[in-house]
Structure formats: C-alpha cells, structure tokens
C-alpha cells in the first residue's frame, strides 16, 4: 500500500510539474494555457492508463483496475485511512494556516504584493498541497470525480466567498457527501455502484445549472 501511494504522489507531482513548465508560455493567455497544459498532460496519462489495462490479465487484473479507475470505498480498510492521514492531515493543517491568505489571490498581483502576500508561491503552495491530498487519495479510492468541483460551490452559496470558513466548510461538507454517496450506492442495488458514476449523475447537472446562473447573471 506505501508503495501505491508513493507512485500516486510520484505521478501525481511528475503531472502538476508538467502542466505548469508548459503554462509558462508567455504569448497567450495564462489561465488559457494552464487550461490546454491540464488537457494535454491528462491525454497523455489517460494514454498510459489505457496502455496498462490493454496489457493486464483480464482475468485478474484488468477487473481491480476498471473498478478502481471508477471509484469505490468497498476495499478501504483503517490502515489505509491511517496511511492516508499522515499526508493528508498536515497538508489539511497547512492548508488551514494559509487559509485566510487564500482571499487575497482574487486581487491583482500588485495589490496583493502590496500586503506582503506573494501570489506566485502562494499559488504553488495551494497547487502542492492539493496535489499531495488529491494523489494520496486516489491512490486509496481510486478517481471519484465532481465531488471536488459542486461541493466548493455548494459551501459557498451557504458561507460566502470568505476561505477562512469556506476550506474548512468544504473539507466537511465533501466528506458528508461521500459517506451519503457511498450509502448509496451500496443500498441502491445488490452490487455496489461505483462512486464515480453517482457523483457525475449527480454533480454534472448541478454544475450545469450553477454555469448557466453565473454566465447567465452576467450577461
């Protein structure tokens, strides 16, 4: 198990490493090359993972990656959580301290100097500390996607935008939900359905209709 979860931090940092040497391109758009970096680096993994499914016992392997690669805490023990918390505690704890500088990255670059904040670091201190907690527990639980992206979302039309009460808000809301998940799916039919899919039937819709209100409060 220690070593799944240091090939996940391994890969998961090789990943972050890759996509932000290449949004260091200067002649567009930051966020826009950050955006086709993430796209580019996933093709490439996704092309590996297809790579050691193709090549893996179908009988044995195959079925263990497939399931994991969908997301399910079936075969999670109390070590596993016990390994994870001794990366993703701290991390959390860091995350903690720095949270009321999170604010301040909403503001220009020169604003923010100006208050003794350094963005770039602090932007590479969130993206580290995300990478860390995210690898560790996918190397546990395989890929349970939205969770991540609606319930941030959720915890903020309740809290605001404020992040000294919205990380932890998020952290506790996103660990309610995937217990209610898991509940569910475990309930819902006599083989358990892997997280992912409820996540997305769940999430997706949701996401769409929080884009549509945004873009459509903008207009």
Request: proline residues 3%; contains cysteine; aromatic residues 6%.
């Amino acid at each position: 198990m220690a070593a799944t979860q240091g090939t996940a931090l391994l890969f998961g940092l090789l990943a972050v490493a890759v996509v932000l040497n290449l949004s260091r391109i200067k002649k567009h758009s930051e966020l826009f090359v950050l955006v086709l970096s993430g796209v580019i680096v996933k093709s490439m993994f996704d092309a590996m993972v297809s790579f050691i499914k193709y090549i893996a016992d179908p009988e044995d392997k195959l079925p263990a990656i497939t399931m994991w690669l969908m997301g399910s805490l079936a075969n999670v023990s109390y070590r596993d959580v016990a390994l994870c918390s001794v990366i993703v505690l701290p991390c959390l704890i860091i995350a903690m301290v720095l949270r009321w500088k999170m604010n301040l990255l909403s503001l220009d670059q020169e604003e923010a100097r100006s208050l003794g904040i350094n963005v770039k670091k602090l932007r590479l201190a969130a993206i580290l500390l995300s990478t860390l907690m995210t690898a560790v527990t996918v190397s546990v639980c395989g890929i349970i996607g939205w969770i991540g992206l609606v319930i941030p979302h959720i915890a903020r039309l309740f809290i605001g935008n404020d992040h000294r009460t919205l990380i932890p808000a998020s952290a506790l809301m996103g660990a309610i939900y995937l217990l209610l998940i898991d509940t569910v799916a475990r309930a819902a039919t006599a083989n358990e359905i892997p997280l992912s899919i409820l996540t997305a039937m769940i999430g997706a819709p949701f996401f769409a209709a929080l884009l549509r209100k945004t873009l459509g409060g903008r207009a």
